[in-house]
């Protein structure tokens, strides 16, 4: 997906050209909310970078390695609240998913923690769930379409 000037729209959903959203903080700068991370984070996932996503896991919960593969075609991501107090933060999120016969969803309460003003992802409570869109309810792909419209047929 592109804006109209050929810049490449950032997968986390904000709208933002990916260089002014979430290229940014995937290029070293420190993201300034649990928000903005969790938005990295799931553009880190789409894209496949691994190394930001150990990068801003914290050291305490981080696994020694990740890989991928394997991984949904992540689609679109939800947030459904978001919020900081002093240098711990939550986000309630969840990330849509294609499978290969429809769509499904992971959904997470999210904990962060913010030290040497860097925030990082600690851990989070997930459920998962199959995701049955409606004829004129948005696609889950994030074309901003209606589903009858976009992926229903094919």
Not at 85 to 106: C, D, E
Request: glycine share 14%.
């Amino acid at each position: 997906m592109s804006d109209s000037n050929g810049g490449q729209i950032c997968p986390c959903g904000s709208g933002e050209v990916y260089s002014a959203c979430c290229g940014r903080w995937h290029a070293g700068a420190p993201a300034p909310s649990p928000e903005a991370l969790m938005r990295s984070r799931f553009t880190a996932f789409v894209t496949g970078d691994s190394n930001y996503l150990l990068a801003t896991w914290h050291p305490d919960t981080r696994p020694e390695s990740l890989s991928l593969d394997g991984s949904p075609e992540w689609t679109a991501l939800q947030i459904f609240s978001a919020g900081e107090q002093g240098a711990k933060g939550q986000v309630h999120f969840r990330a849509i998913y294609r499978t290969g016969s429809g769509w499904g969803y992971l959904e997470e309460h999210s904990d962060f923690v913010k030290e040497g003003g860097h925030w990082f992802y600690v851990a989070g409570e997930t459920s998962e769930g199959t995701l049955k869109p409606g004829r004129n309810e948005p696609c889950p792909c994030g074309s901003g379409r209606k589903y009858k419209s976009c992926c229903l047929n094919g």
